[in-house]
């Protein structure tokens, strides 16, 4: 039997490995076959070997990285997003916007186009295979521009037309475009607008965005703009101010780059939608809207297609919308692959709801059927947390998703070992609409080098499949919660997506890196059961779940009693330990309250009853609660109050002096007796590292 290897869909990024299948129970033949991807020279190169290796030794990996034992289940259910628009109701605005701003053009803005060729070496980087091992899916590349496009600080504007208007406005237009590019956007530098200023970018089919003001969306006069589906567009200042002598001075911008969307060319084969880049879709590939989802239905709402502008290439993946515990807010965490986006980027646009009208039905940006493009939903994202460990990343989206989009809920029990458990997923392969895919948990599965099983899920396709772009799409239980997101392929023929008798689909655990990302989603200790909220201490009382919030009862001790730790019981208040000797406490049974230094004055000490003279003071009276012969001392012993976190007590001078802090700049366990790095039992924390208990809840360490 012959194996070769090669995840046609990316790895993790800048990884050096390859993950390569090891031998399966019962595979005798010596002669393997492995692909190996090798850095060429620059970014855009390339290399792949194919490589017949004869009489190697290759050894099954039982490898599985398990979870925690300690680790308690955590999930939590869907939400629903709160506020801001549609996506139906964003394209309205947009469509009203491109009317108002088409109504001001200026005549001639055709003239004289910006015009931005890509190269025949530009047209194979994106038609060539999809990258192994490193890298996301290329859509598209960045173009510079010659010269400076636009209007440079303190120069006139040196391309384009203007208009003016008689009370001192005007509106300058220019062309831009990319020919036989499916999307462009612009790169603009230097940007700075009077408050009487604003720039749009408007296609020919009824897309704009802006307005842009000031010093741009980022603040600091660098920042991409939106998409817009169309090879051509137009930029537009519009100047309503009066006095233009004045105010255009302060106007600059430079138009440096442009992003020449093209996505994937089609394959010589059936096609399931009509025109590129939804006609590079493998043949097994199920359109969203040509099944029930079941599961997977509330992903349709969660999943988006991700674009973004890095180095020389626009890049593609697929992500989704996670919800936390906190139900008093509303946070747009949004789960991708680590291999896909690992870092800050401020370009990256999201495409919710990105799916054919109906089953096999045309792009939603055709070309060919025409209508309004669906508008990027949000653009910007920063990480919140991102691991190649597990391959995931947890993005802060910078802007609200749509108000019909839905955050996941989500199960960090381990499912890697559940053989047969079944997952289902929505993705957007090949930069095109929404797919479906059902898998089944493989938990016998071989494993490719790199990838141990519990750190990734082993899976067999059974309906649909997924390909380049799909990566970062979350997978779902049959409770239609997310437990990881798409790594790649792990297989024999990893170049035919729909060969599922020889390949593996691999996702990322939940369960594995959940430990990096609770803070994130689970920031107040949600919960799912009661048994979840049990903090393992009896006078914290019952701790019960309460919608997603561990909820306490409070003290179990009432009625004067005092709560006790060590016995988990309600004893008679015999001390207090409050630093004052009161009726029922004496020398025996409170030595810390009534033979202790108190009201900051160490020359009076309280005495203790005078029928319990064994407590050591000679100076209580036969009187009782009242202190006789004044408050001096002759060693250090008597002025010692049993406490090892306020010092060490010291006699000088016949008089007690307080000790000084034993731990400064650390914590003190008063229980141990020495100085700490954590926290004890109900100090303030901020994660569970804070607390010598590994325990932090709502704030406060629980436990020693």
Same mark, same amino acid.
């Given at each position: ?114 015009? +931005? ?66 999307? +462009? ?154 291999? %896909? ?73 381990? +499912? ?239 008089? %007690? ?48």
């Amino acid at each position: 039997m012959t194996a070769k290897t090669i995840d046609r869909r990316p790895q993790t990024a800048g990884l050096s490995r390859n993950p390569s299948p090891v031998t399966m129970p019962g595979m005798t033949d010596s002669r393997r076959l492995f692909g190996v991807t090798l850095p060429g020279k620059g970014a855009r190169m390339r290399t792949r070997f194919w490589i017949l290796l004869a009489a190697v030794s290759i050894i099954w990996m039982p490898l599985t990285v398990a979870q925690s034992a300690e680790q308690p289940t955590k999930r939590v259910g869907p939400e629903q997003a709160v506020g801001g628009l549609t996506v139906a109701e964003q394209a309205a605005r947009q469509l009203q916007l491109h009317g108002e701003i088409t109504a001001v053009m200026p005549a001639g803005v055709n003239q004289t186009p910006l015009t +931005i060729e890509i190269t025949q070496q530009d047209r194979n980087d994106l038609s060539g295979p999809a990258p192994n091992g490193d890298a996301p899916l290329r859509v598209g590349v960045v173009k510079s521009v010659p010269d400076a496009v636009g209007k440079p600080f303190g120069h006139a504007f040196n391309r384009g037309v203007v208009e003016k208007g008689q009370d001192g406005s005007f509106v300058w237009a220019m062309t831009v475009t990319s020919p036989d590019a499916q999307a +462009i956007r612009l790169h603009l530098t230097g940007f700075s607008l009077p408050h009487n200023t604003e720039m749009y970018f408007i296609s020919t089919n009824g897309q704009a965005h802006g307005p842009y003001v000031g010093k741009g969306r980022n603040g600091n006069g660098d920042f991409w703009t939106r998409s817009i589906a169309s090879d051509t567009g137009r930029v537009v200042l519009r100047y309503t101010g009066d006095t233009p002598g004045a105010d255009r001075p302060k106007m600059s911008f430079v138009i440096s780059d442009v992003a020449h969307i093209r996505g994937r060319p089609p394959r010589p084969q059936l096609k399931s939608h009509d025109s590129w880049p939804c006609s590079d879709n493998a043949p097994c590939v199920v359109d969203v809207n040509c099944v029930n989802t079941g599961p997977a239905a509330p992903a349709e709402d969660a999943v988006a297609k991700m674009e973004w502008i890095q180095g020389p290439f626009i890049y593609t993946c697929s992500g989704g919308l996670l919800a936390d515990t906190d139900a008093g807010s509303q946070i747009p965490y949004f789960l991708t692959a680590n291999h %896909c986006l690992n870092s800050d980027n401020s370009s990256l646009e999201t495409f919710f709801n990105y799916t054919t009208g109906s089953c096999n039905g045309a792009c939603p940006d055709s070309l060919v059927s025409g209508g309004t493009p669906p508008p990027a939903s949000t653009v910007g994202a920063t990480v919140a947390a991102t691991g190649s460990g597990g391959d995931f990343t947890l993005l802060t989206l910078d802007q609200a998703p749509p108000a019909d989009a839905t955050f996941l809920g989500w199960n960090n029990a381990p +499912i890697a070992t559940d053989n047969g458990v079944n997952l289902y997923r929505i993705s957007n392969p090949n930069f095109g609409p929404q797919a479906y895919s059902q898998h089944d948990v493989d938990a016998n599965s071989p494993q490719c080098t790199g990838w141990p099983r519990g750190e990734r899920i082993y899976s067999v396709d059974r309906i649909g499949a997924t390909m380049g772009g799909s990566s970062g799409s979350p997978v779902l239980n049959g409770a239609s919660e997310v437990v990881g997101q798409l790594s790649g392929c792990c297989g024999f023929n990893c170049a035919d997506d729909c060969d599922s008798a020889n390949n593996w689909t691999v996702d990322g655990a939940l369960a594995f890196y959940w430990d990096s990302v609770s803070e994130f989603l689970d920031p107040q200790g949600g919960c799912a059961t009661d048994a979840e909220c049990d903090d393992g201490l009896f006078c914290t009382g019952t701790e019960t779940c309460v919608s997603g919030s561990c909820q306490s009862n409070g003290d179990p001790c009432g009625d004067g009693t005092v709560c006790n730790e060590a016995t988990d019981t309600c004893d008679a208040p015999a001390c207090d330990n409050d630093g004052t000797c009161e009726a029922g406490e004496d020398c025996n049974n409170c030595p810390n309250d009534c033979r202790q230094k108190t009201n900051g004055n160490p020359n009076s000490r309280y005495c203790c009853d005078g029928g319990l003279p064994d407590c050591g003071d000679s100076r209580c009276s036969e009187g009782g609660w009242s202190c006789g012969g004044g408050g001096s001392c002759t060693s250090d012993p008597e002025c010692d109050d049993g406490q090892f976190c306020n010092g060490a007590e010291t006699c000088s001078g016949g008089s %007690c002096q307080s000790g000084s802090d034993p731990c400064p700049g650390q914590g003190c366990d008063e229980g141990s007796d020495q100085c700490v790095s954590c926290g004890g039992n109900k100090a303030p924390c901020n994660s569970n590292s804070d607390c010598c208990s590994n325990n932090c809840k709502n704030g406060t360490c629980r436990g020693n």
